[in-house]
């Protein structure tokens, strides 16, 4: 083909397509014309909501239903506009009836309202152990069924699905709930539950299968229900009475118990719950796998570990190589490592464990991974609650200063202070990291401040002085300054007294206390239950404490009295003390030096820690009376459980003349009674005059131990009310060389201690357990005003 023949093809192939693409923008641009006329057309044509009209309102607002339909005034007319509104209406469940109709731009919504709650009743149940007002009152609530709610059907519904959710878990399979509905003509609604428990399902048979290493006698014992007790037993532990909760617990038990003896790879391979059909009785087979027992080879640490020695970390947990692994004490050693880094600024410590085993079946390597975080300091200190109470008073208790590294034992030692000063019901901690801040935060200390003064004028009851008449001002946190200050005027059938007495724990700056009183008391012994003497005394008091190491301190006092003392007939006449009763002696003054360490962690009802007193009192030689008191008490607490606390409290008290010179006998010790040996009458211990009055020692022995508890009451702070089982041995000696075993007496019974807001209540019942036919015992007791 020539050239000249190409360049005519190639420009009649142009021509064509220059008219085809123009043909096609032509087509393309009349078609968007036409679609843009359109859409203007549409748009001049189209309605919007002009108004919104609401109908049938009683409880709820307009605002209400404007905020749950999806379309305002303005907005553009759909076509699902009443599919749309009436939808989201019934989705809030607030309605009977719901009805949307549109007419001439006019959006119109009927409405009948849900009622309201008028009243909820729980009726004809008879198990109040599930159905407590506590209970009632939290369900309630949870499903939003309570007066003043808009009644919801689903919520209603809910409640009872779980309401029979709860008495199946609790055996009762053949329980059913009615509803009953009553609407008023004020759209009040009053809702009556009718719930009939009928019979507990009762456990038939309990099987547990698999067991080779405890005996499935002790596993069953894990459980609180389980195989029938003797009838007459069954009657009170009701152990066939079968729920949920109980079974899984004891699941969780055994499993504890397995996990705490070295099967690690134990578990429960199946747990059936077989209820007959008629609904009365149980069968539950519980078979196991108890895998192998593993024992440590050794424990490895890794990672950081502050300079802490191995032989330190390894001293934490409570194992030796070689025996078999206990899960509790893993966990309880990595717990102590962690307080050992907290201990060293690093609060946020992350200490973990694993376990590689080793070619020798059954062992295992335990690893500790140590990785301590970021080291935190202490960026704030904020006491709050305390209306009072001056900051500067709780600050002085404070073992951490604000800008110093984090310390976890230094802040509890704090907190422990703070609760032994006795001014707070409560004291809280928290701490909150500062937000932006990596390696700061804020300790926040919140107290609430409890009664500790009082102005009193009216009559109190104590076993030991009788009904009394008081008056005076008493306070232990006078102007929140921490200082003690009392004044008191006190009349009763043995005792007379007005008295003064001022303490400031924190008098210096290196934390020195002192002390100082003056009184007037006259005693009439013979209404104590001792022997019968009049005693009047005039005296004054000043004495100074130091401390000398955290939490201790010794204290040293001086104080002078005059004493006028009267005895009575049988003690001068009959001679029993014929040389003290006929003296001139009046004078006293003594001089003593002690020793106290505290490290309780609350002041009313501590759960740990110690106190230990020693103190020595000598009468000095230029007075007239010349004797010697040698006292010391040491009392302890620990935990036994979340509730329970051990309490051993004992006291051992010695006092003898010198110088030729016996012991005044209205010096010597007495026991018997709320704060000696329970059970037995107030003083009445010990030796006794011819005519059976109590003589008194000079050697006195009390001793006490205890399980206390606090006590869920209805109403009434539990932090502030407890119970107690005690035993208490004590004896009264004529002579510190006369000791003897048959002195002894023995007492056991329970005790409860109220803090009130009018005062502390202490009462107790007691048996004597070791006693004589000679003794007074008092089976109850009963003091308001008592110090616990």
């Known amino acids: 083909m020539s050239q000249s023949s190409i360049y005519f093809y190639f420009a009649l192939y142009n021509r064509n397509v220059n008219k085809f693409l123009y043909s096609f923008m032509s087509s393309l641009l009349r078609q968007l014309l036409f679609l843009l006329l359109l859409f203007l057309s549409s ?26 339909i999806p379309f305002e005034i303005g907005d553009q007319i759909q076509s699902d506009i009443l599919e749309k509104t009436t939808s989201s209406l019934k989705r809030t469940n607030l309605f009977k009836e719901v009805n949307v109709s549109l007419e001439n731009e006019k959006l119109s919504i009927e409405l009948a309202e849900n009622p309201t709650i008028k009243y909820v009743d729980f009726l004809d149940y008879e198990d109040k152990d599930i159905f407590s007002e506590k209970f009632i009152e939290n369900v309630q609530k949870n499903f939003d069924i309570y007066p003043g709610k808009v009644f919801k059907s689903s919520n209603l519904d809910a409640l009872i699905k779980n309401l029979n959710s709860l008495l199946i878990s609790n055996g009762y399979y053949n329980s059913n709930i009615n509803k009953k509905l009553i609407t008023d003509d004020k759209n009040r609604l009053g809702i009556e539950l009718v719930i009939n428990e009928n019979d507990k399902a009762l456990i038939k048979s309990f099987k547990i299968t698999g067991n080779n290493f405890f005996d499935s006698d002790t596993l069953k014992d894990s459980f609180e229900i389980g195989d029938p007790d003797f009838f007459l037993i069954n009657f009170f532990t009701e152990k066939d009475r079968f729920n949920q909760r109980s079974f899984d617990a004891g699941i969780e038990t055994i499993t504890n118990k397995y996990l705490n003896a070295g099967f690690l790879d134990f578990k429960v391979n199946s747990s059936n719950i077989n209820l007959s059909s008629n609904k009365e009785n149980i069968n539950i087979e519980v078979d196991i796998n108890e895998g192998i027992q593993y024992s440590i080879k050794e424990i490895k640490f890794k990672g950081e570990s502050l300079g802490i020695s191995q032989t330190l970390l390894r001293s934490q947990f409570d194992m030796k190589d070689g025996e078999v692994i206990d899960r509790t004490e893993v966990v309880n050693g990595v717990k102590k490592i962690g307080d050992l880094f907290a201990d060293r600024g690093y609060a946020y410590s992350n200490i973990t464990s694993s376990s590689i085993l080793t070619k020798e079946p059954g062992q ?40 110093e590294t984090y310390s976890k034992k ?97 008098f210096n700056e290196k934390n020195y206390s002192i002390n100082y009183g003056f009184y007037s008391k006259s005693l009439d012994a013979s209404n104590l239950d001792v022997s019968n003497y009049q005693l009047d005394t005039d005296g004054a008091s000043i004495g100074l404490g130091i401390p000398i190491a955290e939490n201790q301190k010794i204290s040293t006092d ?51 820690g110690s106190i230990t007193s020693l103190k020595g009192t000598l009468a000095l030689p230029f007075g007239d009376y010349k004797y010697y008191q040698l006292e010391s008490s040491f009392n302890n607490y620990s935990k036994v459980s979340e ?93 510190a060389s006369n000791f003897s075993i048959d002195e002894l007496r023995a007492s056991s019974g329970i005790a409860l201690s109220w803090l009130t807001p009018i005062g502390p209540i202490s009462m107790f019942a007691a048996k004597p357990l070791v006693s004589k036919s000679t003794d007074k015992t008092e089976s109850f007791s009963f003091e308001l005003g008592a110090k616990f």
Do not use: W
């Open 364 to 403: 295992l390597i335990v690893v500790i991974n140590l990785d301590p975080g970021n080291l935190i300091y202490l960026n704030r200190i904020i006491i709050s609650g305390n209306t009072r109470t001056q900051d500067s008073v709780i600050r002085r208790e404070l073992k951490i200063n604000e800008s």
């Open 43 to 68: 748009l001049s044509n189209s309605a919007s909501i002009k108004i919104i009209d609401i109908n049938g309102l009683n409880n709820l607002t307009r605002g209400n239903i404007l905020g749950y």
């Open 643 to 735: 509730s329970l606390t051990f309490g051993f409290k004992s006291k051992l008290n010695l006092a003898s003349g010198y110088g030729n010179k016996d012991l005044p006998f209205f010096k010597r010790y007495y026991g018997g009674g709320s704060s000696s040996v329970r059970g037995f009458d107030f003083n009445s211990l010990g030796t006794k005059y011819p005519n059976g009055d109590p003589k008194g020692g000079e050697l006195s022995f009390i001793s006490s131990a205890s399980v206390i508890s606090p006590v869920d009451v209805v109403n009434i702070d539990n932090d502030n009310i407890r119970l107690s089982g005690f035993f208490d041995l004590g004896s009264i000696n004529d002579k």
């Open 558 to 608: 001086i104080s002078l009295s005059d004493n006028s003392l009267t005895c009575g007939s049988l003690l001068a006449s009959s001679g029993y003390e014929l040389s003290q009763c006929s003296s001139k002696d009046s004078l006293d003054v003594s001089y003593s030096i002690g020793y106290v360490a505290n490290s309780t962690n609350d002041y009313y009802f501590p759960t740990s």
């Open 410 to 506: 230094s802040i509890d030692n704090s907190i422990n202070r703070i609760k032994r000063l006795g001014y707070f019901e409560k004291v809280k901690h928290n701490l909150i990291p500062v937000k932006g801040v990596k390696d700061k935060m804020n300790l926040i200390i919140q107290v609430t401040e409890s009664k500790t003064g009082e102005f009193t004028i009216g009559l109190s009851h104590s076993n030991a002085t009788g009904p009394s008449f008081n008056l005076g001002i008493k306070e232990r946190n006078i102007l929140g300054t921490g200082n003690t200050f009392n004044a008191a005027l006190v009349s009763s059938k043995a005792v007379s007294q007005a008295s003064f007495y001022f303490s400031d724990p924190y």
